[in-house]
């Protein structure tokens, strides 16, 4: 324990507070056995000094006390003269003019190297202890060197664990959380989705110009270009509502990784995601995708901030139905071979019961052996009375379950959109078209390969399987009615059943369907529920090629979600949401975007007291303030305050270089201790420190020697 004297020219409560912190108990005790129950002789009583040098082996003088402890194991030092004052800065006794005194002569540490000021952020408790830093990360006050304070202590919100801000982030209101600091730096960062290589960010590259992720695109890593997601690879991915890496139609995913409802065991059962809401569904909403943020969640739920409305029967001037179409060979090139059902059979008339009259379980008309190879001679009758009015038309089983799979080697396939238009007459969708030939100039086909030749300019010897769903409803005005043209092959399936067979090649005749009640009766149709159409169609001989249709009752009842600006809740097309939406200051305006705001680069007053559109600033040494968080000034070299942080060792807010006061960067100027003499203001002596006893007092007077 170190020695201390203890003047009697200080006042007793402070000297009485260190000495009783620092002695022994048995010094307190010798201490309170003495006649007058005090240390020191304030009340005019000199203490017995025996008692106290017996217990604690302290020596006493006329004029002031020293004392050691006996824990103190070093050597015993010299008594200081009765006249000596080893009092100052770095003792760890607080005496005026000191506003702290934590034992030591350091700036940096909560008390400045003069004593003269507590540093900023710091509080001195005691004297003699260190002092301690009031700068608490996570307490919403950003202060010492916090760049920001959102109030927590994770990491991953744009203000990490030791409040500071983490790359992409601008966190401008303390106990406010961080948002992205900017669309278009390349950092992914707050509630953007994505950030891509853009410089400028803009839609329709994946990322649009709010850094928010486009339908059918998938963003990998913040600062790269998005890339379009692959349908029917097997990944769901940028949105796809489905994909099951197939380009099969009616299996419930489309070949556009679309949800299809469910009908393999009748009337269909809507699937989350297929843009429809049935009868009796459970569906809250359904927007045709199973993203969320957009309003309808990926289970079929209205999400918060949004509002969503039924668009019933709102019904498109055009109506786009997916389709797929397989190409075979029908006229070979070098060493190719033609598929023995095609380009191989004619006929003038329709040949029926060529297929069942059900859908396989996975959704394929069902080879039925009508007019095979197997089933010759054939009869002549009168034309169109006889079981195969143009003879043989099929092979067998296994060339005909080719038509309308996916076969590598024997067919290859597309998949595209049939663009059927309303007709204002009648309402119904219709497509007609007497040159009907999808794989001409398509580098795809076997054409295009070179493995076969075309025929009458043409590329012949193709199918088309579209899937589509209509609503029965018996009461219509007028009756639903469904039509369809060919030349060759055309079956249609209503709710897994054959509604319309006009099989085998023949020249264009035209079916329709009229969903009367002996119709529905025959197809299991009730009214108001909705039914699969699958329509399988091929060209197969090369005369010409008419494909035709008509189709009605088509319902829609896609859900159509809009964000409520106002009711507090920030949704995905929402910039700002606080409920009020009034404009104010650091609020959101009536279009849902935020109003003026710290950060924003511009001077709001009264509430601002400056915004460089970063404020970050929390100290400036170039003597003015920059702009801190908050759009506050930051502290700087003159403000008055020490900043021990900030390497200043004294700060007077003027800083003249004066004789004991502060000099220009916040130095300490010419003074008393600072080892050189200076006549003209009156030393006598420096000897570069404020202790008397030492020949060179305090006040830099000589001191007699001896």
């Not at 260190?18 to 009583?45: D, E, F, K, P």
């Not at 039924?310 to 006229?331: G, K």
């Not at 759009?631 to 390497?647: E, I, L, P, R, T």
Request: charged share 25%; aromatic share 6%; with cysteine.
């Amino acid at each position: 324990m170190p020695w201390l004297r203890m003047s009697t020219q200080a006042a007793l409560p402070l000297q009485a507070l260190v000495l009783m912190s620092l002695v022994s108990s048995a010094v307190l005790a010798a201490a309170c056995s003495s006649s007058t129950g005090r240390i020191g002789n304030r009340a005019g009583v000199a203490p017995d000094a025996g008692s106290v040098a017996a217990a604690s082996g302290k020596s006493e003088d006329s004029t002031g006390l020293i004392v050691r402890t006996d824990e103190d194991a070093g050597p015993a030092r010299p008594q200081q003269k009765p006249d000596a004052d080893t009092t100052g800065c770095g003792d760890g006794l607080l005496q005026p003019p000191e506003k702290c005194d934590d034992g030591n002569g350091s700036s940096g540490d909560g008390c400045s190297a003069d004593c003269s000021q507590v540093e900023r952020d710091y509080g001195c408790p005691a004297p003699g202890k260190a002092c301690v830093s009031t700068v608490v990360c996570g307490d919403s006050r950003v202060s010492g060197r916090e760049r920001c304070d959102d109030g927590n202590l994770r990491d991953g919100d744009g203000c990490d664990r030791e409040c500071k801000t983490e790359e992409g982030y601008a966190c401008s209101r303390p106990g406010a959380l961080c948002a992205a600091a900017k669309c278009g730096d390349h950092l992914r960062a707050g509630e953007e989705q994505c950030d891509d290589d853009d410089e400028t960010p803009a839609d329709g590259d994946g990322c649009s110009a709010q850094c928010r992720l486009e339908l059918g695109w998938v963003c990998d890593k913040a600062g790269e270009a998005c890339r379009k997601a692959v349908c029917n690879d097997g990944v769901k991915e940028g949105g796809e509502a489905c994909d099951d890496g197939n380009k099969a139609l009616g299996d419930g995913c489309t070949p556009f990784c679309e949800v299809e409802p469910d009908c393999t065991a009748g009337a269909c059962r809507s699937r989350c995601g297929d843009g429809m809401i049935l009868p009796n569904s459970d569906e809250v909403c359904d927007d045709g995708n199973l993203a969320n943020d957009d309003g309808c969640s990926s289970d079929c739920k209205q999400e918060k901030g949004f509002s969503c409305s039924l668009e019933q029967n709102m019904l498109p001037e055009t109506l786009q139905v997916p389709v797929t179409f397989r190409d075979f060979i029908a006229a070979p090139s070098g060493t190719r071979t033609r598929h023995p059902d095609f380009e191989a059979f004619t006929g003038y008339e329709v040949t029926e019961n060529m297929v069942g009259t059900m859908l396989s379980p996975e959704g394929t008309p069902v080879y039925w052996g009508s007019c095979d190879a197997m089933a010759g001679p054939y009869p002549d009758p009168a034309p169109g009375t006889g079981p195969c009015p143009s003879n043989q038309q099929l092979t067998s089983r296994l060339n005909f379950e080719q038509w309308y799979r996916d076969v590598d080697g024997v067919n290859v396939s597309k998949l595209e959109r049939l663009s059927l238009q309303r007709d204002a007459a009648d309402g119904a969708y219709k497509y007609g078209n007497s040159a009907f030939f999808p794989w001409d100039n398509d580098a795809r086909s076997w054409v295009g390969r070179g493995q076969e030749l075309l025929l009458l300019d043409h590329d012949f010897g193709f199918t088309t399987e579209i899937h589509s769903y209509f609503q029965y409803n018996p009461n219509a005005q007028s009756p639903q009615v469904l039509s369809f043209t060919g030349d060759d092959d055309v079956w249609v399936f209503i709710n897994r059943r054959l509604a319309v067979d006009i099989g085998g090649s023949h020249v264009e005749l035209t079916r329709s369907v009229t969903l009367d009640q002996a119709t529905a009766a025959r197809l299991q149709l009730e009214a108001g529920k909705i039914y699969e159409m699958a329509l399988f169609h091929a060209e197969r001989h090369s005369d010409a090629s008419n494909f035709n249709l008509a189709l009605t009752g088509f319902v829609r009842a896609r859900s159509r979600c809009e964000p409520r600006c106002g009711d507090g809740v920030v949704t995905r097309s929402e910039v700002c949401d606080d409920g009020k939406n009034d404009g104010s200051y650091n609020g959101c305006t009536a279009q849902c975007q935020r109003a003026a705001y710290c950060g924003d680069g511009k001077l709001d007053t009264p509430q601002e007291a400056c915004d460089d559109g970063v404020n970050i600033t929390t100290y400036a040494a170039d003597g003015k303030p920059g702009c801190a968080p908050g759009c506050m000034k930051s502290a700087f070299c003159g403000d008055g305050q020490v900043d021990g942080a900030a390497g200043e060792r004294c700060d007077d807010g003027k800083n003249t270089g004066e004789y004991g006061r502060c000099a220009k960067g916040c130095v300490l100027g010419p003074r008393c201790g600072d080892a050189e003499i200076q006549t003209d203001k009156g030393e006598q002596c420096d000897d570069g420190n404020q202790v008397s006893g030492d020949g060179c007092s305090k006040r830099c007077e000589s001191e007699a020697p001896g």
